[in-house]
């Protein structure tokens, strides 16, 4: 089945920068999806996205669902190290739902 | 977070011998499911349950095999490990399927085939 690509697969910030990623697909998602994952822990639940075109915020999380439903994006806004982890993106269609490989995040102090 | 636990945590085993890795969730979510994560693949769909005693293959069903006799668990069985099997599993939950149903994800099983 076919996954999510997702960008980039890492990156190295220094604290206090914003940091953006994406998703797209080549169908269709009705929900799209943003999970953070800590070392040892399972995905947790970032932001939710249900409809085309919209922009959700969570703290200094952003994230928009794109018009064509084929793509999203993350924005983290002045990183701090608690940022650090890996960040998955998933498209879902009823009860299908698609992930991206992850991008992780290392924040330097 | 939700009520969703995991067992074992971790486990090591031989090629060749059977594994049940259990999922409990104390939310009476409808559905759940059952994922593998490996380096560079993301998270992959093994099976999943829309209720007690119904289950659907997802992805990567080949080896394993699942049972739900009860809402609160849902069980993973790999019959004969073998090394590719080597994997972090996780479980999921979620109240039902479709818009606004997001997954949400248990804390893991480390499993070692050797």
């Known amino acids: 089945g076919q996954q999510l690509n997702q960008s980039p697969q890492s990156m190295f910030i220094q604290e206090g920068e914003d940091v953006s990623m994406n998703c797209t697909s080549s169908?269709?998602?009705?929900?799209w999806l943003w999970y953070k994952q800590d070392p040892g822990e399972g995905p947790v639940l970032l932001i939710a996205?249900?409809?085309?075109?919209e922009l959700t915020s969570n703290g200094r999380l952003t994230a928009q669902f794109g018009i064509t439903r084929k793509d999203s994006f993350l924005n983290i806004s002045a990183s701090i190290p608690s940022d650090v982890g890996i960040y998955f993106c998933a498209g879902q269609d009823n009860n299908d739902m698609r992930f991206g490989a992850g991008t992780r995040l290392t924040v330097k102090p | 977070d939700a009520g969703i636990t995991q067992s074992p945590r971790h486990k090591v085993t031989e090629t060749g011998t059977p594994v049940t890795l259990r999922c409990h969730q104390t939310?009476?979510?409808?559905?759940m499911y059952w994922y593998r994560q490996d380096p560079g693949h993301g998270l992959r769909l093994i099976h999943y349950s829309y209720g007690v005693k119904d289950t659907d293959k997802g992805e990567v069903s080949d080896g394993y095999s699942v049972s739900r006799s009860k809402t609160e668990d849902f069980l993973l069985t790999l019959e004969s490990a073998t090394s590719s099997q080597t994997s972090v599993y996780f479980c999921?939950?979620?109240?039902?399927?479709?818009?606004?149903?997001?997954?949400?994800f248990g804390p893991g099983t480390r499993l070692l085939v050797l």
């Open positions: 939310e009476n979510h409808r559905y």
């Open positions: 169908s269709i998602f009705n929900t």
């Open positions: 999921a939950i979620s109240e039902e399927a479709g818009l606004k149903r997001p997954q949400y």
């Open positions: 996205l249900y409809k085309a075109g």
